[in-house]
């Protein structure tokens, strides 16, 4: 079942912080996030595995709550290049992933 | 360029006409996914391979639609009588798995634009 994203859609100004989430209604291995500009393909951002946290960029992190099947994506001091499209995806052990409908993250001057 | 590529960029057809795309992983991956994409949704699922082997379809994924990866390194997706609805992004990611494939990062490529006239 594919996960929840919220909001759908953000403008934020340069700076400026911004919080996305990503929930499912199954019991969750893993949770993925990608980052997607116009027209190209997603790029990998980080992966979070439950019982633990792995931060893959350096002002962007996610948190993983396990029992609440949420993960939130954090992304500090926005800069322009960070505007796109952010997909989570969710996945039970050993089964592949399932993407969100996106979050369209808009940065302005 | 080591990455994900897809052939064609684009593909303009009628509908009722066949198509089929090619995809290029990366190469020691040994997994690979075909993804469909629609304006404002994210990748679905249609496909993937583990090697050669075609492990799971799609239930969304009707007759019209079949993928093989021959010698385990490129992929081909195949689309008979198109249909309009058919119209979206082809993705194609490779991933290199050794076990649980969950917490595995894809490498996606520049996907193919159809358009079912």
């Known amino acids: 079942q594919q996960p929840v994203q919220s909001p759908q859609a953000v403008i934020l100004r340069e700076g400026e912080d911004a919080v996305i989430n990503c929930s499912s209604s199954?019991?969750?291995?893993?949770v993925h996030w990608y980052r997607q500009k116009h027209g190209e393909a997603p790029v990998f951002l980080m992966i979070l595995l439950k019982g633990g946290e792995q931060k893959g960029h350096e002002k962007i992190s996610a948190s993983f709550n396990e029992k609440k099947q949420q993960s939130s994506l954090y992304l500090t001091a926005s800069q322009l290049s960070y505007s796109g499209t952010y997909f989570c995806g969710t996945a039970e052990r050993y089964q592949k992933v399932t993407f969100g409908t996106g979050t369209k993250l808009q940065v302005i001057p | 360029d080591t990455g994900v590529s897809q052939d064609p960029r684009h593909k303009i057809t009628k509908r009722g006409q066949n198509v089929t795309f090619r995809c290029d992983p990366i190469?020691?991956?040994?997994?690979l996914y075909w993804y469909r994409q629609t304006l404002g949704q994210g990748p679905e699922f249609l496909t993937y391979f583990q090697n050669e082997a075609q492990l799971e379809k799609s239930r969304l994924l009707s007759d019209r639609f079949s993928a093989e990866r021959p010698k385990g390194s490129f992929s081909t997706l195949e689309i008979q009588r198109t249909e309009q609805g058919d119209s979206a992004m082809y993705l194609c990611a490779s991933s290199l798995v050794a076990g649980d494939a969950s917490y595995n990062e894809q490498f996606f490529g520049p996907g193919t634009r159809l358009t079912v006239l």
């Open positions: 199954k019991a969750l291995y893993s």
């Open positions: 190469s020691e991956h040994n997994r």
